[in-house]
């Protein structure tokens, strides 16, 4: 039998086999996965690459023990001394992995390790974005799910949490896998997979972001209360799954801890335990911030997106109760879930007095969720067509206008904001590469002031060492890992006894080197501050780039003047052209490697 024939438009007949008789079949997510995915993996990888390091606590806490499990030194904080254990080393051990991979490669070296494990984290925080816009667009809607795409790839946040060596960076990949477990049910409730996410990102990574998953619980403990027996147990079985799959996790991670500290230790716990029992002040020891912190921090890092993320839940039960929608309780409380965890964690964090940008990096996620939720119900009122509402009135263009100009701008500013962070603060990723040339193994490289812009022993060649300097810095600063390794075994560092550590923040003499023993020395000078008549150098901080006799310029790179620049100058890229003001041009210091002249 001769198969089916049909017409194509110009009337011609053509077989349905032909590939310009078939019909492309639109995806139901809008756009396809793997273009979002090559979106979010394009934003990451910028970031991988020209991000700055925000916190000096990624510095010491993360990329300095990785350092010292890969190459056998490195900087020990507090934290890590076996007294306190605080730190989990599953989690350095999996970055390290990386990084020691990055050798068998073509032109290994210890910067290319440093820039290949954040390339590893751009792709695992790309997979976890993907993961979670897919579920957003399938459960909710295709449009919620562009808007989600947009709030991410464009903010300054994603630019600096995407790739962030830190446990709240880890966090917010499994707070996005955990969430997209809880929020799909297509096949059944995926309860024991979601505790498993959140009980991974809690546990290697940081304790309180397992909080996060408390809304989904309750949601899930809600509906089995209004379900028949049968569901019932069903729920009590799933979340039991996730409890046993929380405990493997914690022995798994308790048995790679004990390896290294020596002793048995639960290092989640204390790290809770030191942030909530402390009797010898805590977090609080490194400063404290208004109510208000987190609401300018975000502001920046994701303007209007920020401002639709607080009033997403406002505006979900206005619509509730003036639309028409024919939604049931179900449906209704699924979103109220949905919502909830960002203003949970937020109300959290804004109640505690130690607050840090990275805190938020778990919810970020949830923000943009939260945004796109706002976004989308903003346009089903704005885009109404009934002509007895004054919405319905304003031409169809000028609103499509609107919109179309009010997200322009958002993107205009996210970008903005990432370039002024890459201009401003990069210098520290690039003031050391002279060191190849110029440095030999065994020299030293020192700061004063500018301690916590040191990038990590990545950025020093081979067996060159980061060394401390007295300045006005009155805290506790890193002390060394021990390198014994005779009759000790691999990385007795992370076991041996340690002096000078303390919970306290109490400054300890033993961390400086005398000026002598520095090869070499970074400092930055402030040219506009320094010409003020009032000016007066520090008696432990004076300007070592002037200092001629001693010291001379190896490399020296701009680097923002911030006590001295504007607001909005500091926030925002503004170019460096005659016709800007003033007060709205950046003034510049200089960012130096010194070299001790002989």
Same mark, same amino acid.
């Given at each position: 039998? $001769?198969?089916?024939?049909?017409?194509?438009?110009?009337?011609?007949?053509?077989?349905?086999?032909?590939?310009?008789?078939?019909?492309?079949? @639109?995806?139901?997510?809008?756009?396809?996965?793997?273009?979002?995915?090559?979106?979010?993996?394009? %934003?990451?990888?910028?970031?991988?690459?020209?991000?700055?390091?925000?916190?000096?606590?990624?510095?010491?806490?993360?990329?300095?023990?990785?350092?010292?499990?890969?190459? *056998?030194?490195?900087?020990?904080?507090?934290?890590?001394?076996?007294?306190? %254990?605080?730190?989990?080393?599953?989690?350095?051990?999996?970055? $390290?992995?990386?990084?020691?991979?990055?050798?068998?490669?073509?032109?290994?070296?210890?910067?290319?390790?440093?820039?290949?494990?954040?390339?590893?984290? %751009?792709?695992?925080?790309?997979?976890?974005? #993907?993961?979670?816009?897919?579920?957003?667009?399938? @459960?909710?809607?295709?449009?919620?799910?562009?808007?989600?795409?947009?709030?991410?790839?464009?903010?300054?946040?994603? &630019?600096?949490?995407? #790739?962030?060596?830190?446990?709240?960076?880890?966090?917010?990949?499994?707070?996005?896998? *955990?969430?997209?477990?809880?929020?799909?049910?297509?096949?059944?409730?995926? #309860?024991?997979?979601?505790?498993?996410?959140?009980?991974?990102?809690?546990?290697?990574?940081?304790?309180?972001?397992?909080?996060?998953? %408390?809304? &989904?619980?309750?949601?899930?403990?809600?509906?089995?209360?209004?379900?028949?027996?049968?569901?019932?147990?069903?729920?009590?079985?799933?979340?039991?799954?996730?409890?046993?799959?929380?405990?493997?996790?914690?022995?798994?991670?308790?048995?790679?801890? @004990?390896?290294?500290?020596?002793?048995?230790?639960?290092?989640?716990?204390?790290?809770?335990?030191?942030?909530?029992f402390s009797s010898t002040g805590g977090p609080d020891l490194y400063g404290t911030e208004p109510w208000t912190f987190y609401f300018k921090n975000l502001l920046l890092n994701f303007n209007i997106w920020f401002i639709l993320a607080l009033g997403s839940l406002p505006l979900f039960l206005l619509h509730k109760t003036f639309s028409r929608s024919t939604q049931g309780f179900q449906s209704g409380l699924r979103t109220v879930v949905f919502l909830a965890p960002f203003y949970m964690?937020?109300?959290?964090?804004?109640?505690?007095?130690?607050?840090?940008?990275?805190?938020?990096?778990?919810?970020?996620?949830?923000?943009?969720?939260?945004?796109?939720?706002?976004?989308?119900?903003?346009?089903?009122?704005?885009?109404?067509?009934?002509?007895? @509402?004054?919405?319905?009135?304003?031409?169809?263009?000028?609103?499509?206008?609107?919109?179309?100009?009010?997200?322009? $701008?958002?993107?205009?500013?996210?970008?903005?904001? #990432?370039?002024?962070?890459?201009?401003?603060?990069?210098?520290?990723?690039?003031?050391?590469?002279?060191?190849?040339?110029?440095?030999?193994? *065994?020299?030293?490289?020192?700061?004063?002031?500018?301690?916590?812009?040191?990038?990590?022993s990545y950025f020093l060649p081979l067996n060159m060492k980061a060394k401390f300097i007295r300045s006005e810095f009155r805290g506790l600063l890193p002390g060394e890992f021990s390198e014994a390794r005779t009759g000790f075994g691999f990385w007795s560092g992370t076991w041996l006894p340690t002096s000078g550590m303390n919970d306290q923040n109490e400054e300890d003499l033993s961390k400086y080197v005398d000026q002598r023993a520095c090869n070499f020395l970074v400092d930055t000078?402030?040219?506009?501050?320094?010409?003020?008549?009032?000016?007066?150098?520090?008696?432990?901080?004076?300007?070592?780039?002037?200092?001629?006799?001693?010291?001379?310029?190896?490399?020296?790179?701009? &680097?923002?003047?911030?006590?001295?620049?504007?607001?909005?100058?500091?926030?925002?890229?503004?170019?460096?052209?005659?016709?800007?003001?003033?007060?709205?041009?950046?003034?510049?210091?200089?960012?130096?490697?010194?070299?001790?002249?002989?």
């Amino acid at each position: 039998m $001769a198969p089916p024939r049909k017409k194509n438009e110009d009337g011609e007949f053509v077989h349905p086999s032909a590939s310009h008789a078939k019909k492309k079949k @639109t995806s139901p997510y809008g756009i396809e996965p793997i273009s979002a995915f090559y979106l979010f993996l394009i %934003a990451n990888s910028v970031a991988a690459l020209f991000a700055p390091i925000q916190d000096c606590d990624e510095t010491f806490n993360y990329w300095e023990p990785t350092h010292y499990l890969s190459h *056998g030194y490195g900087l020990q904080t507090w934290e890590y001394s076996p007294d306190y %254990a605080i730190r989990s080393w599953l989690y350095i051990g999996l970055h $390290a992995i990386f990084g020691n991979l990055r050798r068998i490669f073509p032109r290994p070296s210890k910067v290319a390790e440093f820039y290949f494990v954040r390339l590893v984290l %751009a792709f695992v925080c790309a997979l976890c974005q #993907t993961l979670l816009w897919r579920v957003i667009s399938g @459960t909710l809607n295709p449009r919620i799910g562009y808007f989600f795409i947009a709030a991410i790839i464009f903010s300054p946040g994603n &630019f600096h949490s995407s #790739t962030a060596y830190l446990p709240s960076s880890f966090a917010m990949y499994t707070v996005m896998l *955990g969430t997209a477990a809880f929020m799909n049910w297509r096949g059944g409730l995926k #309860t024991s997979q979601g505790m498993f996410w959140f009980a991974l990102g809690g546990v290697v990574g940081w304790p309180f972001a397992a909080a996060l998953c %408390a809304p &989904f619980l309750v949601e899930e403990g809600i509906l089995s209360l209004l379900s028949d027996k049968d569901r019932f147990i069903e729920a009590i079985i799933r979340v039991s799954r996730g409890v046993v799959a929380a405990l493997v996790i914690v022995a798994v991670d308790t048995a790679i801890n @004990t390896f290294f500290y020596r002793k048995v230790e639960v290092v989640s716990w204390n790290i809770v335990k030191y942030n909530i029992f402390s009797s010898t002040g805590g977090p609080d020891l490194y400063g404290t911030e208004p109510w208000t912190f987190y609401f300018k921090n975000l502001l920046l890092n994701f303007n209007i997106w920020f401002i639709l993320a607080l009033g997403s839940l406002p505006l979900f039960l206005l619509h509730k109760t003036f639309s028409r929608s024919t939604q049931g309780f179900q449906s209704g409380l699924r979103t109220v879930v949905f919502l909830a965890p960002f203003y949970m964690w937020l109300t959290i964090f804004i109640l505690q007095p130690h607050k840090e940008e990275r805190f938020m990096y778990p919810a970020y996620p949830l923000l943009a969720l939260n945004a796109a939720i706002a976004l989308h119900i903003i346009l089903a009122a704005v885009g109404s067509s009934d002509p007895k @509402t004054l919405v319905g009135m304003i031409p169809a263009r000028l609103k499509l206008f609107a919109v179309t100009l009010l997200l322009m $701008a958002s993107i205009e500013v996210g970008l903005s904001r #990432t370039w002024s962070l890459y201009s401003n603060y990069s210098a520290p990723l690039s003031v050391y590469q002279p060191l190849q040339d110029v440095g030999n193994p *065994g020299d030293n490289v020192c700061f004063g002031k500018e301690w916590y812009r040191f990038p990590s022993s990545y950025f020093l060649p081979l067996n060159m060492k980061a060394k401390f300097i007295r300045s006005e810095f009155r805290g506790l600063l890193p002390g060394e890992f021990s390198e014994a390794r005779t009759g000790f075994g691999f990385w007795s560092g992370t076991w041996l006894p340690t002096s000078g550590m303390n919970d306290q923040n109490e400054e300890d003499l033993s961390k400086y080197v005398d000026q002598r023993a520095c090869n070499f020395l970074v400092d930055t000078q402030y040219p506009v501050q320094q010409g003020s008549p009032e000016w007066q150098p520090p008696p432990n901080e004076p300007d070592y780039i002037a200092d001629v006799e001693h010291w001379q310029e190896v490399k020296c790179v701009p &680097f923002l003047d911030a006590a001295s620049t504007s607001f909005i100058a500091r926030t925002l890229w503004l170019p460096d052209l005659p016709f800007v003001p003033d007060n709205l041009r950046r003034k510049w210091g200089r960012h130096c490697l010194l070299r001790r002249k002989k």
